[in-house]
């Protein structure tokens, strides 16, 4: 951890927001979106309120109804309540001072704001502990446009003696209504994000992960929070937060004895005390917040302009229709199976052929996922002419070459695992347990960084024409533990082990800024704004299925936009749920997200291959507006009535893209009817249907134009009520 440089008296040049009653008012906003905290030297900084800008802030006063009756308590919010005083929440703070001393008591010092560019202001506020000679910083990012605000703290010891960081959060927000709705996103390998809203009741709920890697499998550190009632898409007020941190993570939701709601975000403390040695510091992740007034739809909105620009790798470049090996090929390939799937691929349209997990290790070959995890060789029996000549066989035919890597984990079975046993994470003389076969890397020690930086670099230097890598991570942490982690040190690890994948994924983008990298955990089990940033687009789910996609991809895309969302045609019946789906519902559902086919193309025969050659023309015609327009949720597939819609605008409204899905059947009386939105309400659009099968329409009045306010109010019918119906539309203004 590196030495403190600040300089204490930075902070005494305080840069000032406003007075009000004495009180310093400290604002942090956007263009449309407000923070307001109240602070007077030697005091608490109160959290004043968070929500759509006031129309006029300057004279922002206290509410000043907060008492507590028995307590002598002043019940006004902390900006950061820390364990101490008259703190009985769960706290953002517990710290332990080295002579065993259990409580902290923050006061203000000062404040910063800087200009960091157009779009970008900084507010830096600090506390201190009364006694102590520790600090803490909360700081604020504002991004102007996108109404994102990214909050996150430094713990800084800056006196002579350790502390002892139990828990720091990113962020506490504390909210007051008649009630609250969560909406969080759960689920497994092969679900992941599935919503759940429920209405919270007294006491504390807590979303979390303690798996170390694929921490997203099962919750999600992204929620939604809505006042008053369930979270509406155009309606409601609806504050949210995503933690942009790939390890674990803690979100706690406490319903007080005030009737208040008291949300805390970030590392999740479970055995992760941090050691502070005298003028270190420890950072927290960021915690990614918006709010709207207007339903979940503009918070939506909000993330995917923010992502696409600031946490998304090339977020301004149309991404490539993909063939991808794995459910076409998993392990069983030679060289002809790969060219052919590549020569086909080329026939469909089809931009990039990625070769997944099989390609490498020779004394353990990668015949199964029981052997070879760590030996980044290419298999000499099964690809003779190695890497280079299917990456050039690829550019011949047209298409960009990617390759599968995954450098954190090692197969027991693997030169590595018998050459370094030391880089395993391991629980000292316990079993090291298997997960999928494979072992944990420690990625908290430098040399593993190293070897991993290094793996992505021999990998992508095996070929000029590498231009992707899917980087995968198959096992989560279990009997915890590093070699390389002194033995006081041990509960270290899960910060440094983030630590340690952050910088080797610094040290790639540094060397590597143009390659195209998708974040993949088993399907859905890293993703997060922390590791996204990194990355052009993530792998949803290994599950495929359209039918359990549209819920997936649902819930990944409350956040994560569409630019970013692997989506692939796989073959009938579907190899995770044995589902028989028609090939327009795969494609349909596919075509909302990156498009892309996980199959083997030569299977794709007759009608079908007419079809699919056309849809995959079909999606670069609506590509640029699902990849960079303005997301419109329509029906939610989880309404229970069998029907899912959503759109896409482009941002200057002058097309849009519908998709209508039936994921039951309906009876024979009941009809598809839906109003459209995000339209400009006084041009006119032509609706066109596209992605057509066997000269099926569903929609009847093909090509006719319509106003786009009468789209919006009174909307349109389909006919789509028999099971795993769909329908694409193309509108655009005349
Ligand atoms: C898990 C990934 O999610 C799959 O797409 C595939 O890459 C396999 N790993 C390969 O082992």
């Given at each position: 951890m590196k030495r403190i440089t600040f300089c204490v008296l930075f902070f005494c040049a305080i840069s000032i927001s406003g007075f009000s009653q004495g009180k310093e008012i400290i604002k942090v906003e956007t263009n449309d979106l407000i923070m307001i905290f109240s602070a007077s030297k030697n005091e608490n900084v109160i959290f004043e309120y968070w929500g759509d800008k006031l129309n006029d802030a300057s004279v922002f006063v206290s509410k000043g109804f907060r008492s507590q009756p028995d307590s002598n308590k002043d019940s006004s919010p902390q900006i950061f309540p820390a364990y101490g005083g008259k703190l009985y929440l769960n706290p953002a703070l517990r710290l332990t001072y080295h002579d065993g001393v259990l409580t902290t008591e923050l006061e203000y010092v000062?404040?910063?704001?800087?200009?960091?560019?157009?779009?970008?202001?900084?507010?830096?506020?600090?506390?201190?502990?009364?006694?102590?000679?520790?600090?803490?910083?909360?700081?604020?990012?504002?991004?102007?446009?996108?109404?994102?605000?990214?909050?996150?703290?430094?713990?800084?010891?800056?006196?002579?003696?350790?502390?002892?960081?139990?828990?720091?959060?990113?962020?506490?927000?504390?909210?007051?209504?008649?009630?609250?709705?969560?909406?969080?996103?759960?689920?497994?390998?092969?679900?992941?994000?599935?919503?759940?809203?429920?209405?919270?009741?007294?006491?504390?709920?807590?979303?979390?992960?303690?798996?170390?890697?694929?921490?997203?499998?099962?919750?999600?550190?992204?929620?939604?929070?809505?006042?008053?009632?369930?979270?509406?898409?155009?309606?409601?007020?609806?504050?949210?937060?995503?933690?942009?941190?790939?390890?674990?993570?803690?979100?706690?939701?406490?319903?007080?004895?005030?009737?208040?709601?008291?949300?805390?975000?970030?590392?999740?403390?479970?055995?992760?005390?941090?050691?502070?040695?005298?003028?270190?510091?420890?950072?927290?992740?960021e915690m990614v917040l918006t709010y709207s007034s207007n339903g979940k739809g503009q918070i939506t909105r909000n993330y995917h302009d923010w992502s696409r620009k600031y946490a998304l790798q090339h977020g301004d470049k149309i991404r490539p229709i993909i063939l991808n090996s794995w459910e076409g090929a998993y392990f069983n390939f030679d060289e002809k199976t790969?060219?052919?799937?590549?020569?086909?691929?080329?026939?469909?349209?089809?931009?990039?052929?990625?070769?997944?997990?099989?390609?490498?290790?020779?004394?353990?070959?990668?015949?199964?996922?029981?052997?070879?995890?760590?030996?980044?060789?290419?298999?000499?029996?099964?690809?003779?002419?190695?890497?280079?000549?299917?990456?050039?066989?690829?550019?011949?035919?047209?298409?960009k070459f990617g390759i599968w890597i995954e450098p954190e984990m090692v197969n027991p079975e693997s030169d590595l695992a018998k050459k370094h046993p030391e880089w395993v994470v391991k629980s000292g003389a316990r079993d090291i347990l298997p997960m999928r076969n494979q072992w944990l890397l420690d990625l908290s020690n430098p040399l593993v960084q190293d070897f991993v930086f290094n793996t992505f670099d021999q990998v992508v230097s095996m070929s000029h024409n590498i231009s992707y890598i899917k980087w995968d991570a198959n096992r989560h942490v279990d009997n915890v533990g590093s070699d390389y982690l002194s033995k006081e040190n041990q509960t270290h690890f899960w910060y440094d082990y983030v630590k340690g994948l952050y910088s080797v994924y610094d040290r790639i983008r540094a060397k590597y800024p143009d390659i195209e990298i998708q974040l993949c955990s088993s399907g859905g089990g890293r993703l997060d704004f922390g590791a996204l940033k990194y990355h052009d687009e993530f792998w949803a789910s290994d599950n495929t299925s359209p039918l359990n996609r549209i819920f997936i991809q649902y819930g990944s895309n409350t956040f994560f936009p569409a630019i970013a969302t692997a989506a692939h045609v796989s073959t009938s019946p579907n190899h995770q749920t044995g589902q028989m789906l028609p090939l327009k519902?795969?494609?349909?559902?596919?075509?909302?997200?990156?498009?892309?086919?996980?199959?083997?193309?030569?299977?794709?025969?007759?009608?079908?291959?007419?079809?699919?050659?056309?849809?995959?023309?079909?999606?670069?015609?609506?590509?640029?507006?699902?990849?960079?327009?303005?997301?419109?949720?329509?029906?939610?597939?989880?309404?229970?009535?069998?029907?899912?819609?959503?759109?896409?605008?482009?941002?200057?409204?002058?097309?849009?893209?519908?998709?209508?899905?039936?994921?039951?059947?309906?009876?024979?009386?009941?009809?598809?009817?839906?109003?459209?939105?995000?339209?400009?309400?006084?041009?006119?659009?032509?609706?066109?249907?596209?992605?057509?099968?066997?000269?099926?329409?569903?929609?009847?009045?093909?090509?006719?134009?319509y106003n786009g306010d009468y789209l919006m109010k009174v909307g349109l019918g389909m006919n789509i009520g028999n099971p795993f119906d769909s329908s694409v539309l193309l509108i655009e203004q005349q």
């Open positions: 000062g404040m910063d704001k800087k200009t960091l560019d157009e779009n970008r202001i900084e507010t830096v506020i600090r506390l201190k502990d009364k006694i102590y000679p520790v600090f803490v910083d909360v700081h604020f990012v504002a991004y102007q446009k996108e109404n994102i605000i990214c909050q996150s703290v430094t713990v800084i010891n800056d006196g002579k003696k350790n502390v002892s960081v139990e828990n720091v959060a990113s962020s506490y927000i504390p909210l007051h209504a008649q009630s609250y709705y969560l909406t969080h996103f759960h689920g497994t390998w092969a679900a992941e994000m599935q919503l759940k809203e429920e209405k919270l009741t007294p006491g504390v709920k807590i979303i979390e992960s303690k798996k170390g890697v694929r921490t997203t499998q099962s919750e999600s550190p992204s929620f939604l929070l809505s006042l008053n009632g369930p979270a509406q898409e155009n309606s409601g007020e609806i504050y949210a937060g995503s933690l942009a941190w790939s390890g674990n993570f803690a979100l706690s939701f406490e319903f007080d004895e005030r009737g208040m709601l008291n949300i805390l975000g970030g590392m999740n403390p479970f055995a992760s005390t941090y050691h502070l040695l005298p003028k270190q510091k420890l950072q927290t992740p790969l060219t052919d799937m590549m020569d086909n691929a080329a026939k469909f349209g089809i931009e990039m052929f990625v070769l997944d997990d099989g390609w490498f290790g020779n004394k353990y070959p990668r015949n199964g996922d029981n052997a070879g995890l760590g030996d980044w060789q290419v298999n000499a029996k099964k690809l003779p002419h190695g890497i280079n000549y299917l990456a050039d066989y690829a550019v011949a035919k047209g298409l519902f795969r494609f349909d559902v596919a075509m909302t997200g990156r498009l892309g086919m996980e199959l083997q193309p030569k299977d794709i025969i007759g009608d079908d291959y007419e079809f699919a050659k056309n849809a995959i023309k079909d999606y670069k015609l609506i590509r640029p507006i699902v990849q960079f327009g303005d997301l419109y949720r329509l029906i939610s597939p989880y309404d229970e009535n069998g029907w899912s819609s959503l759109m896409y605008v482009s941002k200057d409204k002058k097309q849009a893209a519908f998709f209508a899905f039936s994921l039951k059947y309906h009876d024979r009386t009941t009809f598809f009817e839906n109003k459209l939105n995000g339209l400009d309400p006084t041009k006119n659009y032509k609706v066109t249907e596209i992605n057509i099968k066997s000269g099926h329409h569903s929609f009847s009045n093909n090509e006719k134009v």
